[in-house]
């Protein structure tokens, strides 16, 4: 038995088992950890030997609880498979408390709350189990948990679509309107939602009801988002008669804030053979000229779009770093080649460490697909954007870049079935408008002050640093 006066605060920390999921949750607990929280981590069991590869590097020692022996690989496609795997969960309560129990046989204080991912479901069965609180973290932005806020009331029959009979909701084109993000083209609103509404409606009630919620943001980035999500917390917990989620803004959860050239090896790393080769190809170019490409962990390339974008390359002559770690095969005969000995071109088919990248004085632009993190990367780096969301809450999170925080342009346009097809006129017009044309140095000095604010925030004193300290107060003992 434990006495109050060795009473000490312990997380159970949950993470979606996703490279950019775990990096971000893993970084924040880290921060955790810090400052004297215990550290546990749930995780499924083939995940372990890749996150430790994060602990390693750290040098500090988390503990883990596995389950699930039998999964080898988190499914990615289609998204549905993923949503499959989110509620794997719900079916090991029992092993995690049992071990849960032996652990603190053998000294290990009790938890003392749980700080889980957004995408987990059953967190609030186990939370109950335990008698502790619950914490949502995102590792995506503050327009993301807006929409999440809003589910529970668009996405079910009181909600502005038709629900079909098999639960899925019938598609409309018309901009939705949500509080703090401008009109949206339901497409951009997450296709997947109107495939998987019961998910997003269950995670998004899930979060409703937990007294903290954890963003990995800073305010200047989506103040309209996040000063609506707080105001619709307090609303939400006034008609329900609980007491609020408390919000904490804890980003850019990632070293670009800080600027540090460190990079991390996570289980999504191919190969690190070109990373030192394009940091030294990125030394020979001139100041802001490079154009970097890259579609973030998993998304996989199409072949079609890496012809249209290598001819586009070629005709707008602007120098390009492109990672592709698929359909290599689909590039023009001789681009590559050709490219590299004219000085213009580096194709890297392996993992790069993106951070060293976008922190090079040559890079000028990056075409991005918006996941969360490369988003608040190249913000945090002072780096303008082309956006091309391909799947997930990208295209919201495009959406917000582009109208709002205006710190990037978008090429294509989404739809309920996925990007359009982009042709190489598109590219190449879009890519001017970035590296070359007015518009995008009016965007550029924009991101450079977002990049201030981003490091400011996570400085020791700044609004990031001591929203982890308020929320380490809030851990009970
Ligand atoms: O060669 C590479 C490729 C990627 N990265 C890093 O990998 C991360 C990629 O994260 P992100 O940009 O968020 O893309 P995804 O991997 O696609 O992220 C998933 O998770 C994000 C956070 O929840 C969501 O916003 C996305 O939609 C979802 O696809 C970033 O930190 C990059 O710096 C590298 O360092 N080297």
Redesign the pocket.
Known sequence: MVSDGERKKHALVIPFP????V??IYRFALQLASRGVIITLVVPAAEIPKMKKYEELQGLDFDFISYDETVTEVPLFPFHKIVDFASVLDQHFDPILQELKVRQTAGLPAPTCIIYDRFCTGVDVISEKLGVPYYTFF??GAVFARYMQEAPRLLTKEGPFEVNEDGTLQRVDGPVNIPGLPPIPAPYLLADSFRTPHWRVRTGRVMQNAPAVIINTFYELEKPQIDEFRRQCAEQAAASGRKKSEVFLVGPL?DAATFKDR??VSG?AQSVNDRAECLRWLDTQQPQSVLYI??????KWDPVQVVELAVALEAAGVSFLW?L?SALEALPEGFEQRTREAGKGFI?S??????QILHHASVGGFI????????I?SVSLGVPMLCWPQ????PL?CRYLVDEAKVGVEVGHFTFDGPALVRREEFESEIRRLMVDDEGKAIRSRVQQLKLNAHDAVAKGGASYRAVDELVEMIPF
């Open positions: 996703m490279h950019a999921h990096a971000a590792s995506c990632s990079s991390f999504a890259c579609l973030g962990s998993w998304v990672v770690s890297a392996g993992w790069v460490p993106q951070l991005s697909h918006c996941g969360w993190n490369s988003c990367e799947i997930a809450e990208q999170n």
